[in-house]
């Protein structure tokens, strides 16, 4: 298997991510950083509690304090972003596929339009100006999912930079 796609747990992990508290904690923090009096207002539980649940997923390099700022907001890991997010090469897969296919749809649109048609019974050469546009369109869509995708995998590259020890 690709060292990218494992997530090594030892016992100490497998014990940190046993607990529903130290789960929703990981959750919470997934959608935003959040401070211990934070954490412990949305939990509904001590701030001591909350703070020996915060210590077990530090111990176990879940999550991490930003001590540069004045309240030491909490965020997670490459490691807990990981086990959270295992999908992103899928997403990847997939809008590089759709890409395919509206690259391919939209130059069959075009040159449908540069060609021409004719209709049954007509002599004439039509071109219509809406498989242009739509074309176009899908030219547009096709570079949008390039983005998408490319800015997904720069966020993965950039997440396995910071920490190879996984």
């Known amino acids: 298997m690709d060292n990218l796609n494992e997530i090594k747990l030892s016992k100490e992990d497998l014990f940190a991510l046993s607990s529903d508290v130290r789960a929703s904690l990981l959750?919470?923090?997934?959608?935003?950083?959040?401070?211990?009096?934070e954490l412990s207002?949305?939990?509904?539980?001590?701030k001591s509690t909350v703070h020996q649940h915060i210590a077990q997923l530090i111990h176990s390099e879940f999550i991490e304090a930003d001590e540069s700022r004045k309240w030491h907001p909490y965020t997670l890991t490459i490691k807990a972003k990981r086990i959270l997010h295992p999908d992103n090469r899928y997403k990847i897969i997939l809008l590089l596929g759709a890409t395919f296919c509206t690259a391919a749809f939209g130059g069959?649109?075009?040159?449908?339009?540069?060609?021409?048609?004719?209709y049954q019974g007509s002599a004439h050469i039509q071109k219509d100006p809406l498989f242009f546009l739509i074309g176009e369109s899908l030219l547009?869509?096709?570079?949008?999912?390039?983005?998408?995708?490319?800015?997904?995998?720069?966020?993965?590259?950039n997440s396995y930079q910071k920490e190879d020890k996984y």
């Open 27 to 37: 959750k919470l923090i997934d959608k935003k950083s959040y401070t211990l009096t």
């Open 41 to 46: 207002y949305e939990l509904g539980l001590s």
């Open 140 to 157: 547009f869509v096709t570079l949008y999912l390039l983005y998408r995708a490319f800015s997904i995998l720069k966020t993965d590259n």
């Open 108 to 118: 069959i649109m075009i040159s449908i339009y540069f060609k021409g048609f004719m």
